[in-house]
């Protein structure tokens, strides 16, 4: 079963610091990777896109790493603040047996808390 | 340029009714998926309708349905409400079924309440 793991399920760190958020999937046969920030009772920002065949993306203070062979990800936040607090949602496309691509599988996500 | 739009934003029904969601996708996109998100859970797929057809469905009772128009906007239908059926109702649009970047856009969803 093609499945997609976040750890921890939760995280707080004082504001400043560099952080690095977990994510793992079951099946390396992967189309794309996606990192998104849900905000309390709101929708979905997308955040990151990597294709399969990268290794990594950045935008601004985030910078988000594929590694197909070991079923990771990661997304790294630089110099958090306090307005990165949100919840971040790690998804899969992984690819079906006749090479299509299948529907998004999300991870439970890392609850991120940055203080002041 | 406007993204993902869905209405209504908040939905209160009682147990038995029927609940119709509706989702305009991003101008130019024909891919339309529609997700649950209960309350402490994670995000449970329901549909994926593209160019007008339902491509994939997840394990949800037939009482969840849906359609894609000709303008590729969606609609969901939840038949016979249950109370564990409250919960965040997500769309997301992408470009195309089968494409160079497949990226999802989210909108902001529509929270239905079941009394």
């Known amino acids: 079963k093609q499945e997609v793991t976040q750890i921890p399920a939760a995280l707080s760190v004082p504001e400043g610091e560099n952080l690095v958020l977990n994510c793992s999937f079951t099946?390396?046969?992967?189309?794309?990777l996606q990192w998104f920030r849900q905000d309390p009772g709101k929708g979905l920002t997308s955040l990151l896109l990597?294709?399969?065949?990268?290794r990594e993306q950045t935008s601004g203070r985030l910078n988000a790493s594929l590694d197909k062979s070991s079923g990771r990800s990661t997304l790294y936040i630089a110099a958090s603040q306090p307005g990165d607090s949100a919840t971040y949602l790690c998804a899969v496309r992984f690819l079906k047996n006749t090479g299509t691509a299948s529907k998004l599988t999300f991870g439970t996500g890392t609850r991120l808390q940055v203080t002041l | 340029e406007a993204g993902v739009t869905q209405s209504p934003t908040h939905l209160i029904k009682t147990r038995g009714q029927q609940a119709t969601l509706r989702c305009s996708p991003i101008s130019g996109h024909t891919s339309v998926y529609w997700y649950q998100q209960a309350l402490g859970l994670g995000l449970q797929f329901l549909l994926w309708y593209d160019e007008g057809e339902e491509r994939n469905r997840g394990n949800f009772p037939p009482r969840f349905s849906g359609r894609q128009f000709p303008n590729y906007s969606s609609e969901l239908n939840v038949n016979a409400l249950e109370l564990e059926d409250s919960a965040l109702y997500l769309c997301a649009s992408s470009l195309e079924f089968w494409g160079p970047t497949g990226e999802l856009f989210f909108g902001e969803g529509s929270r239905l309440t079941v009394l």
């Open positions: 099946d390396s046969a992967i189309y794309n």
């Open positions: 990597i294709q399969s065949s990268q």
